[in-house]
């Protein structure tokens, strides 16, 4: 699916910066067909801690029984990327490798009109010729501690349900400030098992980031939106970053070393990487609520923004390569959300959802003591859901996925956060957020007025689609014009273009906000008490409402099955695992692995026709090719959005491949998982290498990576 | 716009075979600007019916007084196509000229994988080679009779609002049936300035149609979506049919000359044309209800179903070319109602209309006369919308665009409607709509499998979407299956793909449908009862309401300003006038003439890359042409879609071009009239003649024009 997260600026700049935000509503793993994978042993699911991971099945299913020693190395060598994905080092010298799409943020960025990265890709031919990416971070997790009972213990007896949210929530930016100032880690808390569980991530942070290597985007994304999600494919989905410190590549202790032979079907495979969200565990009602109020929405919003972007694309060649990067993040989510969509109206898995939950309700009614300790939680959880249908599009319908509002509003709360005490903050001013919010708020990164006013007037028509031309806040936002014209204005007259005005006011504090005469300041200002008031009735009402409730269903999920479960996906380092294996459609076998052949042969089928045509460097180099080549393969894994560029490596932790998607089955994953068709999608190792050597000259990066 | 009516098969279904649909929620013109155009006496307003035309303005502003023979002879030539769009008679033969995109319905039906008339084009290199189109019918204004006494004298007094509406309509059908026994025309009754007015038109109807020339599509809609409704254009938007009758060319009394000359910067030109529908007369809360509510909705579902079809026209060019009719349609229709959305913010718009009505309702209530008789004409409307608002979506959203759940549809309610008085039923399966019903009904015209599937198992998923996987007729539309399921089985188990099915089951009536074990037919009898429900709530609640309150605006605006106003466009016959004329946009002049040569220039600029690559013709017989001849020019008449394939004429009457598209500026000629910028685009006459001769070895349809 590409497997990113995230399809719009918004979201975009929540995940680069905050660890957790994404985690908030985490739920635990409800294992759809847990029965049955227990029951069976054969069914490859989970998205495991790496500290707790499935020894049991690992053992029965692949004979292999990962050391701690092997655990502690490969959660050292993933790493995640601010820009929302996954990535591993690969190299002593900090090496970092990662999908082209996870990367195409800073190619981007880094483009002009005059050297569209996107279109020619990029070779360091030297460690001088890295270039530097403004704003991007990369993670690696380096400790964990579990402080369940410091922050279950915030909440005291008695309190309300929104109260004891909040208490808890204060704890754990407590927990996180103290343990940065000990441990000079970037901390968070992480909610696991919706409150069965919290533990504290300590990551390794680094911020001079180089590109290295990135193919063309044609080759990375050839069959584009039409084959995105689809198998079998032949895609070099890959790109390499280097980590510096003080100027020079990381000496990286852990990095993933290089398998020589790739993988082979069945043999077993593990993935690590950082899934983004996963709601495996939702209530039939929740479900219900995600089929018929979330994803419509969210869809409306991606259909509506992919045929303006796709228009905005249209009035010429820069235009198409300003909105490239809001148009694939778009598609992408469009496709993924859709396949999501399939998943809730599949009567199959509606049967398996009320027949799990039937039994798990009937082991809790069966007995007075869990009927008293936990029988109220689905009825708690499905009236937060019928509250929720009264603002819910109000509380996630933003103001655009403009850059420059975006800044606006940072500045604006930075403003009023800073002079509360560090828990009382919203969660993302926290004092341990704040070098991400900054690498994020002054980056030089270019920002395009015409994109901005496309995005703008986009978002305030959105807003006065939904709620009305005659209501407040649709008002305020339009100030008395039409919405292109309030667009045109607002980004034409802001001097938030501008690192250094933004840092003045940043520095500022309420004084500065106060007397900025800035237009897109001054509407922040006085829109946001009405976002900040519906954030809250959510946080109040909803979250603390949901937490309770599956907190509740989670532990009877423990009573009835046993501890051996892993969490709902949080954004945050899991490890899968599974087999290179095909599956069957439309009455067919798939293949697992494909080669460099297929790619010219669907080129030759589709004419060459974009997006099936190939570079030149493709064209040219073809002889030069072992074209027998695996190229990509899919496996069993357990994967979802936030797992793209995850490494996939063998028992001997070696790379064999490189996670890029998952099939048009696998999108179901969000809600359960099956394996009868559902496949993860890899860039095979050997591929890249063959690439790299024989149509991109980069021998020496090649030998960097097959040396580590 | 391409200015054509209706943008799903659906809406095209009623277009094509029902005359007067369209005009059901027809309203008086208001002339929002009709205070300022009648003091100027300048602006180009109004779409006049053929029998009341705008005398003075046309003497005054071009020194023209049309006798009564130039407007029968004009009305007699010009055509209004089932397709839904405008043509007129241009031989004495029978030739009809209309647009590419007006005919492309029925060059996608003619056309097969191995032989694709729209990217081949077609020319009849004699008469026996003009090949018979399926399903067209055209029709021509040949009698106006005013027969508002007697359908106004049909509601007695002391009926309901809901009664008296339908004793209107059934008194309408009376009438119709009389008419057509004693005449042999094709009858019905319009309803004008909202029942200020009732016409009853009497229609020559033609139904062997046969494709005579028409361009490849590349050149007739050179620049695609991306310059839709942009200007400078460079559009052969032209396509021939003839009409016969018994199986000859029909001998036409009346057609429309050529002009020699075209015609220049400045000159009077007459468009005679079918607008669909304009709605200039809404009140301020009615057109608060068309921003907030309507267009919302309709844009919603455009945006969607354009992502789906370009998803699934991406999968393979066979998908691509079944399915380029519907992408068109959805595509066009989206550019439109953006541009009605955006004159719905614009606040110069609402100053004016809010000023309008407030002179007005002061003009009425100044009187307790008027007062007494119309005074609760807005607040009546204005309670219809609220009620509407509750049941809009249901009302409004269809069963998905599917052909074959269409026939179904149709065939079910002809076999109940059939039981019933002529006057009772709805009003398409009167049996003065009969014949236009099986045309459409029983069309041989190809169905694809994989295109009925994709628009089926979207519709389902859309009702599942607006009103959530609960409700009871979304239930009944599934049948316990996933939408995508449920489409795959209606449509591959069905026996309505086979037309001599179709009218078994139409010849056997009640009897037929209750015994019919067709899948499509036993979901339309279990879900029509619903639908009809919703419909008939809309006429008693709403239209009902809505005929009553405009009918007392329109008595108001007659009082207030004189009988000299046109009626809101109905999709009937009407005259707009104006003149070649440019304007200014950003700042710089767009000239009025664009040129052959303007052609090849865009397509260099845009490197020929697609919609700007041009067809090989045109590449190779460059130098043929001559390439300062004029191609499109823009003028001030006032159009609005369904203008499509109207031709343009000069005060003698001769043809200098043909309507097919206005510039985004026009598309708020919805709402209101300006001239500012506002332009209706059309084919330079020769043009036409220049690239038949030049381009197409079409030397003797060009004769034959020239000759007419």
Known sequence: MKMQIGWDRDAARQNRSRLGTKGSRAVIAAGLFIGAAAMSGRADEGMWLVNKPPMKQLKNKYGFEPKREWLEHVQKSAVRLGSGGSGSIVSADGLVMTNHHVGSDNLEKLSTPERDLLKTGFLAKTRADE??????????????EDVTERVKGAAAAGMSTADANTARRKMMSTIEQEAEEKTKLDCQVVTLYQGGMYHLYGYKRYTDIRLVFAPEQQAAYFGGDNDNFEYPRFCLDVCFFRIYENDRPLKSEHHLKWSKNGSADGDAIFVLGHPGRTRRLYTADHLRFLRDNEVPSVLRQLWRREVQLQSFSGRGDENARIAKGDLFGVQNSRKAWTGIMAGLHDPEIWKRKLEDEKKLRAFVDGNPDRKGQWGDAWDKISAAQKTYREFYLRHRTRGGSSTLAGIARDLVRLAEEKTKPNADRLREYRDTELDSLFLDLYSPAPIYDDLEIDRMASGYSYWAETFGGEDPLVAKLLGG???????ESLVRNTKLKDVEVRKKIAEGGQEAIKNSTDPLIKLAVETDPEFRAVRKRYEDEIEAAERDGYAKIAAAQFALYG???????TFTLRLAYGSAKGYKEDGHVVAPFSTLAGTYKRSEERKGAPPFDLPQRWIDGKSKLRL????????????????????????????????????????????????EQARAL????????????????????ADEIERS
Do not use: H
């Not at 501890?563 to 996906?569: F, K, M, Q």
């Open 131 to 144: 270039v530097k990416c403004d704003d991007l971070e990369i993670m690696a997790l380096w400790t964990i």
């Open 481 to 487: 014009k039409s919405p292109r014209d309030r667009a």
């Open 563 to 569: 501890e051996d479960l892993y969490p709902d996906a």
């Open 628 to 675: 027998d080549t695996p190229y990509n393969f899919v496996s069993t894994a357990d994967i979802i959005g936030g797992n793209s560029g995850s490494p996939v490596i063998n028992k001997a932790g070696e790379v064999v491949g490189l996670i890029f998607d998952g099939n048009i089955q696998s999108l179901v994953l969000d809600i359960a998982y099956t394996e």
């Open 682 to 701: 890899a860039v095979d190792s050997r591929a890249i290498i063959e690439c790299l050597r024989k149509l991109y000259d980069a021998g020496s990066l």
